[in-house]
DNA sequence: CGGCAATTTGAAGGCGCTCAAAAGTAGTGG
DNA sequence: CCACTACTTTTGAGCGCCTTCAAATTGCCG
């Protein structure tokens, strides 16, 4: 048992757990969750890998008191659930409404690891990426990182729909909401973004934001 | 070019390099570091993988103005060097008199990945548990997990003996010199851990640690 | 329109950082 | 062996960024 193991052992999920699933077929047939429904939970057998048709997923870890981590978003085209133990370290939840494709793959070796290897080390270079973030930038650096994120797996567009709230960036970026909402909020007056909507960002200068990143 | 490429395009080494390597042979025997002595750098053409025989290693990342984040350190056993890309994303330096294996793979799928896979994995796995440290600990707590997570990988020894500086295990946890140093203080005030030289640490008391690190 | 949740904004306080200096450690050479 | 130097670590004081607590505002959906 490792430490952030006994951390955990304590946890219980905070709210009821409401599936809220649409449809979910057998085999390798894609799974349609609604927005908050939980794809797996913490100690239960992996299932496989996850590849995400559409829509978007968190997936974290929680201490005993409550506090979240979000190590990382997954959308539209990426693949996440890789694991090295038979169960499961960490939650997934849809953000949105999201279609899962599932890979049931009982064997992680021979080609079907070869093809797979690539995808695993997009996740340990994403996670890495995310260390210097969480460990060596402000807030504002943080918030910068994260839309211009954001922006280039969207395909770099300059308006962008968020899938996430308020909550689950705080979680991601190691900030209470408040800071990310304040952290917004002044880049808004300096006229770096704009929000049209809630979940809408439109980056209006994004070399202010890519010298914020740094 | 991701946002984090581009932070460290300005990027200068802010010593002179002094590469301190007693013997390196050609092909698969170990190759020899020195304390401090560089074994990859940011922007190098990758080699291959990396396997600890014998010391340490710090593998970081650095931000334009001189910042680091090490994402973590690798001893006896361990293997490092995973890359995405032709070009190495980090640095990896010795920590101390260093003995390195170095498998050239040119060729990362078929059987080759298919081993390679699950130590990948494990990478993945403690960079994103090192995520949660990160983002949601505070001082005391990160500097408890790193003493047991050094102490479990040294075997659960009770008195360890830490290859690497202050100034190390702030970059890795976050934290400056003198929290660090402080937290230390702290903990042997309470009679938690005892330090007998500069880098040795004894775990007096594993539990209150463990209670810490939650 | 009313009600609920998410977001925003404000005020006060705390944790960790920066700056600074003292104490301890190691390495070198006389 | 000891003196000298350079570096690391420790300790102290003050400050700033972010958090917490609280309340106002906005947005959304019936």
Redesign the interface.
Known sequence: M???D??LTSFHRSTVFDPKIVHRPAGDAPTYFAAGAEIYAQGEKCGGLYTVEFGAVRVY?L???G???I??FHLAGEMFG???DVTH??FAEALCATGIRIQRTTL???????????M??????R??????V????NATERVA?FL??MS?RQGGLRTIELPMARADIG????LSIETVSRVFSRLRQKDVIRLPNLRGVEIVKRQAL?DL??
């Open positions: 490792t430490v952030h006994k951390i870890r201490l005993a008191d506090r979240r981590q190590s990382a890789f694991e090295t370290h960490f992680l070796h021979g080609d079907l690891a070869g093809a797979l290897l690539p695993a080390l997009q996740s340990l270079v996670a890495q990426e995310h260390l210097l969480l460990g060596r930038q990182a211009l994120d280039d979680d991601y970026l190691g890519e990143a740094a």
